[in-house]
């Protein structure tokens, strides 16, 4: 089949798996009317440097693969037993040919329901049903349950195909009724919040996070996902307005550091346990106190910031920029004070972040281990070996704190309080990071009380003194049990 008879559906199928931007694509189809149609639109992208040759192989085999499949339907609806169609009919009934202005505006071809490869070699589409259209009336009946979340303060709303509704109330998952959530209810509640780029995503890689803000409900941060009952949803409220430490339970000392002005300062913990959070107040504390430009790189952005005192630049991963590393790299040319990064999730990223914290950037991130002294040993351990001793040196000198923290359950049954671990580093923790003899940090932290160190077991302990927790509840999130008395 004639490549260039379908160019227009390639230089589709091109944007819909986002190898080229509406831009790039434009300016090639006008380059391609400017000579008459003498030269194909692969051949444009390529000689720009858009597209590879491999992709433009894939991409092609991904063309005739939906031409093939809307041949064999229409066949099987009109003529099952008649000879083929031409390939212009084949052509039409795949994709109609625009007008060249109307092809930029084309919408992306539905991706075909078997499994396949995109260009980048990842799976194209899932072998499921697509999405129901969007209706009104279900997403009244989604903002109706956020609103019931809000009204809880539960943290999460779980809606699972065939099961129960759950929430996520004071870190326990509590069934909202007996009755199973029919998948096409949740199907039909999922797709009727999603934008068309989230629908497109969702569609092709079974998956999407996003962020939903809900008019007069709140904010959620949201992830919708196959499963082999049907479409599930998860939605975490989020607060509209960035927390204060005192709202979190939080002592007012972590204040201190956001006066760094250069280095690196971690907010660690399992999933779930307020980091996000955390960080969030932190950054509002510098907003509110320095004339600073501050560049977040988040997935997907959360805590929305105002520019108070500070300039904020809030960035998303895959709507934004591509990646995490790429908008760090990005950043160090953005000519940040403060870059705030939602996580740090692979060497690439904890290697940029430690060279922004380096060369004079003040670094807010989190990380998800459970101790500060797993944290110092994940940012080393990342590293092969032979670059050990160089990060070593690194996280010596960049490291100013890490605040580890749990969620611990209330014992009058009302909500969590927070248990911290905070390590400060000062000379004698760097050389020990510096030596390699990190494990000698806990006796560091029992006994910098002064300087503003904690351990979690001394945390757990003092809310058990208080009444605040019990004891056999310290003692489940405890790194030594028995040192939890009660």
């Known amino acids: 089949m004639d490549r260039a008879t379908h160019i ?243 002592p007012d000392s972590l204040g201190k550091f956001t006066e760094f002005h250069q280095g690196m300062v971690l907010v660690t913990g399992p999933v779930g346990c307020g980091k996000s959070a955390t960080l969030a107040a932190l950054l509002n504390l510098v907003n509110e106190q320095r004339p600073d430009h501050i560049v977040t790189i988040e997935d997907p952005i959360e805590t929305l910031h105002p520019s108070k005192r500070c300039l904020v630049n809030q960035r998303q991963v895959n709507h934004h920029t591509k990646s995490f590393a790429r908008a760090l790299r990005a950043a160090l040319r953005e000519d940040p004070d403060v870059i705030a990064i939602g996580e740090l999730r692979d060497l690439e990223s904890i290697s940029l972040a430690l060279t922004a914290a380096e060369t004079g950037h003040f670094v807010l991130a989190t990380l998800h281990t459970n101790s500060a002294l797993r944290t110092v040993e994940r940012l080393i351990g990342v590293f092969p070996p032979n670059q050990q001793s160089q990060i070593r040196t690194m996280v010596s000198e960049s490291l100013r704190a890490v605040i580890s923290q749990r969620l611990v359950a209330r014992a009058d049954g009302k909500g969590r309080v927070p248990a911290l671990e905070v390590l400060v580093v000062n000379r004698a923790v760097g050389n020990l990071i510096r030596e390699n003899k990190s494990f000698q940090i806990r006796s560091i932290l029992q006994t910098g009380a002064a300087q503003g160190m904690c351990l979690l077991d001394h945390s757990l302990t003092q809310l058990v003194k208080a009444g605040t927790v019990t004891a056999e509840e310290a003692r489940r999130h405890a790194d030594d049990p028995k040192r939890i008395g009660g």
């Open 8 to 250: 227009d559906l390639l230089g589709r199928l091109a944007l819909h798996y986002r190898l080229v931007t509406q831009e790039q694509l434009k300016e090639a189809e006008l380059e391609q009317v400017a000579t008459g149609q003498a030269q194909d639109l692969a051949d444009i992208l390529l000689k720009k440097g858009w597209l590879q040759p491999t992709q433009i192989e894939k991409l092609q085999q991904k063309q005739e693969e939906l031409l093939a499949n809307h041949a064999a339907k229409r066949r099987s609806a009109t003529a099952p037993c008649g000879p083929e169609p031409h390939p212009a009919s084949a052509r039409s009934a795949a994709a109609p040919e625009p007008e060249p202005a109307q092809a930029k505006s084309a919408p992306a071809p539905a991706p075909p329901q078997t499994a396949s490869r995109n260009a980048h070699g990842a799976a194209a589409t899932l072998c499921a049903t697509p999405l129901p259209e969007a209706r009104p009336a279900l997403r009244e009946k989604l903002h109706a349950l956020l609103r019931d979340v809000v009204a809880t303060q539960a943290s999460d709303l779980h809606l699972h195909s065939g099961a129960p509704l759950r929430f996520r109330l004071h870190g326990k998952l509590v069934p909202q009724n007996d009755a199973p959530l029919p998948a096409e209810l949740a199907a039909g509640m999922l797709a009727s919040i999603l934008t068309p780029e989230q629908r497109a995503e969702f569609e092709t890689r079974g998956e999407v996070d996003f962020a939903y803000t809900a008019a007069d409900i709140g904010r959620f941060r949201a992830n919708c996902y196959r499963q082999h009952r049907g479409v599930d949803g998860v939605f975490r409220s989020i607060p509209v307005n960035p927390p204060t430490l005192t709202q979190l339970g939080m």
